[in-house]
């Protein structure tokens, strides 16, 4: 199946920095990607979707200006947290929709905020 | 509008012995439904999907899942369960309309025990 490639898998901020995670489609191309967050033991919530070069469409209760994402090439999707805080800790995952309306997962990111 | 409950968070088997995790939904059209599996520091994976066609619906790795209007249930079901089995499953259903988008139940860790 498709490929999907998210970086890092891992990271560490201080409180106050912005991090930057990839979401890249390795074998194919994809108009939409997903971007979701997981809080421990609970389930996938959508954050937003990412249409290449369009604005994302952000779910209620997202902050647009906290999670900004640019969806630039047919192949890549970034998530920046901003001014990264504690309770943004969490694992991010993206997904890429292939041309048969298929989801393909990345791997996520976990984020941890110091 | 659409929504999934999977009735166990936790479920343990033996080695062996049969696989049933449940799942309910609601939704005011004729839903899609997926059940995705996720493996610690892994991407979720496409297990099997329901899209109106036949009501048992196999999947990989010897999973499948009966489609059942009537109980408005989506039971993912394995006859003999392996230790590679173990992970977390997650119940989905496609939003209507024209969102597309999918969402997620709070998920069962299955354990299996040797």
């Known amino acids: 199946g498709a490929v999907v490639s998210q970086h890092p898998s891992w990271v560490i901020c201080k409180s106050g920095t912005s991090v930057k995670i990839e979401c890249r489609s390795l074998?194919?191309?994809?108009?939409?990607m997903f971007w979701y967050r997981q809080f421990p033991k609970q389930s996938l919530m959508l954050m937003a979707t990412?249409?290449?070069?369009?604005?994302?469409?952000?779910e209620q209760g997202v902050e647009k200006d906290k999670f900004l994402i640019n969806h630039a090439s047919l192949t890549l999707s970034t998530l920046t947290v901003t001014s990264a805080h504690p309770e943004d800790s969490s694992f991010y995952i993206c997904?890429?929709?292939?041309?048969?309306?298929?989801?393909?997962f990345g791997e996520g990111s976990r984020l941890t905020v110091l | 509008a659409q929504s999934v409950t999977q009735l166990d968070s936790h479920v343990s088997v033996s080695e062996g012995t049969p696989v049933l995790l449940r799942c309910n939904y609601s939704?005011?059209?004729?839903?899609?439904l997926f059940w995705y599996v996720q493996h610690p520091n892994k991407g979720l994976q496409l297990l099997l999907k329901?899209?109106?066609?036949?009501?048992l619906v196999k999947g990989i790795n010897g999973f499948e899942a009966e489609f059942k209007k009537s109980e408005t249930s989506f039971h993912l079901t394995k006859p003999s369960a392996h230790m590679s089995d173990a992970a977390e499953y997650f119940c989905?259903?496609?939003?209507?309309?024209?969102?597309?988008?999918?969402?997620f139940g709070t998920g069962t860790l299955l354990a299996v025990q040797p």
């Open positions: 997904s890429a929709r292939v041309f048969t309306g298929e989801l393909f």
């Open positions: 074998d194919f191309q994809a108009t939409t």
């Open positions: 990412s249409n290449e070069g369009s604005k994302a469409t952000y």
């Open positions: 939704s005011s059209y004729s839903p899609s």
């Open positions: 329901y899209t109106s066609a036949a009501t």
């Open positions: 989905v259903v496609r939003g209507g309309g024209a969102t597309n988008k999918l969402i």
